[in-house]
């Protein structure tokens, strides 16, 4: 037996509170739904591999502690002897650490496949235990070994963190197959439902599959189909509509059209099968860090912090850009030093090409490649863009560019030929991570809006180099370097980098 919800019949309205429901003892045993058996399906994986490498991590620092002739023992000791039960010490790591993901919610479907959230609860997990262990061992006096615990705490985190990194890239490659995906019915106004139908259609990998739309009783006559998905019923039959369709989520897409009423009865509806319910705010290109939710008198507000362009935060940015360009190029001097004598013997001509971009706040500065076509091909691409009728379109492009050399060609597809920008940015007309450098053509065709790219230094990589490079059309690029600024992080930057290595490594066909 469990209590359920018996609610009335659908309200005559979309705006009128029908009868108030009855609660009553019932027999009540929903069918799974296919999301609701995936998600628990996946979690019993991750904890399975969780546990896998938790103890083989664990077993390993402690053989390689034996086997480098410490105290680290794994029979117990005999009594009286006073020394450290390793074993015992392991055991304990092991269940605590398994337990402590499991507690924080490291492998709940909210957190999992998308963002940093599930990365900084693994992270934080370890850190904490250690924190513990060490606390504890300080209190109680304990002889434990440090550089016991500085390697299995370390290396653990490490490792889950490269574990959950290989699921999600599994999970993200079935999500754009449409496997794996809750299957959404988004109610609202047909502008709102449109907006986020279109968002989460450009992010696949998320996880949410828009099948069905509900909208007023008005605009249900009106309207069969938006962005090529079925109108399905109005606010009134949301519920009836999830059963046809098989859906297991709604995302209301604005509350203009649904008071909060009927939203909370839509709540209790949702309750009895189990469903999910969304609130999906009219807010884009905003990112985790700066939403912040406050309750109020029952109002879950969302605060959004102003994006800070001053202060220590950029003092952080620059010197990541100043270590960061320099441990670079002393890691690639040799590499740097080989692509220089082939553009020398390849074709003549300078060594470097220095390209005129508009960098922060409007200044002009001259950007360092290595140089990738022959001498005087800025005069030629006038020309090439009025031949394949882009010469009024921003994002200069020119498609199989006579002018790039035999090495250019190859330096172009990995890349390469922006290695010298490593110094632009120690002198500090470049960053490390930034918008995409553009030159003043471009600009020119800016609008307000787009000169809120100006405002950062431009960068030698960015989200704009590792989400398709060549093939963004303008407004994308344009939002990529937006949404960066806007929500710019240390921990984004590194990131980013990580993912420049995959996209010049692996460059595909977005490379040109």
Request: aromatic share 8%; with cysteine.
């Amino acid at each position: 037996m469990s209590i359920g919800l018996n609610l009335p019949e659908a309200p005559d309205s979309d705006h009128k509170l029908g009868p108030r429901p009855n609660l009553e003892l019932k027999n009540s045993h929903p069918e799974e739904s296919k999301w609701e058996s995936w998600r628990r399906s996946f979690a019993n994986r991750l904890a399975f591999s969780d546990s896998v490498v938790v103890i083989a991590v664990v077993v390993g620092v402690q053989v390689a502690w034996v086997s480098l002739g410490s105290e680290a023992e794994f029979s117990l000791p005999a009594a009286g002897e006073g020394r450290i039960n390793y074993l015992l010490v392991s055991l304990v790591i092991v269940g605590l650490w398994l337990a402590m993901l499991w507690m924080t919610g490291s492998r709940n479907s909210r957190v999992i496949g998308s963002g940093w959230l599930e990365y900084r609860i693994i992270a934080d997990s370890g850190i904490k235990l250690f924190a513990g262990f060490a606390t504890l061992a300080f209190l109680l006096n304990l002889n434990l070994a440090r550089g016991y615990l500085l390697l299995i705490f370390p290396i653990g985190i490490m490792a889950l963190l490269v574990e959950r990194w290989v699921w999600r890239r599994w999970l993200h490659r079935r999500r754009r197959n449409g496997q794996h995906c809750r299957r959404v019915l988004l109610m609202g106004s047909p502008a709102s439902v449109e907006h986020i139908a279109q968002e989460l259609g450009r992010q696949q990998w998320a996880g949410y599959k828009v099948v069905g739309v509900c909208l007023s009783r008005t605009q249900v006559g009106i309207k069969t189909e938006i962005a090529g998905i079925p109108v399905v019923g109005d606010f009134s039959t949301a519920r009836v509509a999830m059963k046809r369709i098989a859906a297991d989520t709604v995302i209301v897409t604005s509350s203009d059209d649904l008071d909060p009423r009927r939203v909370k009865e839509l709540s209790w509806e949702l309750e009895q099968d189990k469903y999910s319910l969304i609130m999906a705010p009219s807010l884009t290109d905003v990112s985790g860090p700066r939403i912040h939710s406050r309750p109020v008198s029952g109002l879950p507000l969302l605060h959004v912090e102003t994006p800070q362009y001053t202060g220590l935060r950029m003092v952080m940015k620059r010197s990541f850009d100043v270590v960061g360009s320099l441990s670079i190029i002393a890691g690639l001097a040799l590499p740097m030093l080989i692509i220089a004598l082939l553009v020398k013997a390849t074709s003549p001509g300078p060594l470097l090409y220095r390209s005129r971009r508009i960098g922060q706040r409007g200044e002009p500065f001259d950007m360092l490649k290595f140089r990738s076509m022959r001498v005087g091909a800025d005069r030629e691409l006038q020309a090439l863009l009025e031949a394949q009728g882009t010469a009024e379109e921003p994002l200069f492009k020119v498609q199989n560019d006579p002018r790039i050399t035999s090495i250019g060609r190859f330096l172009r597809k990995y890349s390469l030929d922006e290695l010298p920008q490593l110094f632009n940015v120690l002198v500090g007309s470049m960053s490390l991570i930034g918008p995409r450098p553009q030159v003043a053509a471009e600009v020119a065709l800016y609008t307000d809006a787009h000169h809120r790219r100006l405002i950062m230094r431009p960068g030698v990589t960015g989200l704009w180099q590792v989400s398709g490079r060549s093939e963004l059309e303008w407004e994308q690029a344009v939002r990529l370097d937006l949404y960066y600024i806007e929500n710019w992080s240390l921990t984004g930057d590194i990131g980013i980098l990580f993912r420049t290595f995959k996209a010049v490594v692996f460059p595909g066909g977005s490379a040109h």
